[in-house]
Nanobody
Framework: QVQLVESGGGLVQAGGSLRLSCAASGRSTNPYAMAWFRQAPGKEYEFVGSITWSGGNTDYADSVKDRFALSRDYAGNTVHLQMNSLKPADTAVYYC???????????????????WGQGTQVTVSS
């Protein structure tokens, strides 16, 4: 079992930055890939980015590439999502997710992940 807890959301003006964190606890001894998704009101989950178990590789959606950056902190078993140059279109609830069957880059499909956090709201004002 893996428990995921997100933090760091909030309200920011367009062009600003936020850093989201996802702390994992209670994990099994198996490694896993982690990803961030977001969901805007009335829309489906949208893949944001993923990071491998080793932290050596990352993948991003085109909509956030060059603005968002993922990192992995093994000491705290935490994944961070640094979000820069935020736009109103980035407004959503952001979720971290873990795929316990995958140590590589995570899938773009939310259904492939077996553990989810509760989500954290990010609101970008224009």
């Amino acid at each position: 079992q893996v428990q995921l807890v997100e933090s760091g959301g909030g309200l920011v003006q367009a062009g600003g930055s936020l850093r989201l964190s996802c702390a994992a606890s209670g994990r099994s001894t198996n490694p896993y890939a982690m990803a961030w998704f977001r969901q805007a009101p009335g829309k489906e989950y949208e893949f944001v980015g993923s990071i491998t178990w080793s932290g050596g590789n990352t993948d991003y959606a085109d909509s956030v590439k060059d603005r968002f950056a993922l990192s992995r902190d093994y000491a705290g078993n935490t994944v961070h999502l640094q979000m820069n140059s935020l736009k109103p279109a980035d407004t959503a609830v952001y979720y971290c997710a873990a795929d316990s069957s995958n140590v590589g880059l995570g899938s773009y499909h939310s259904s492939d992940y077996d553990y989810w956090g509760q989500g954290t709201q990010v609101t970008v004002s224009s």
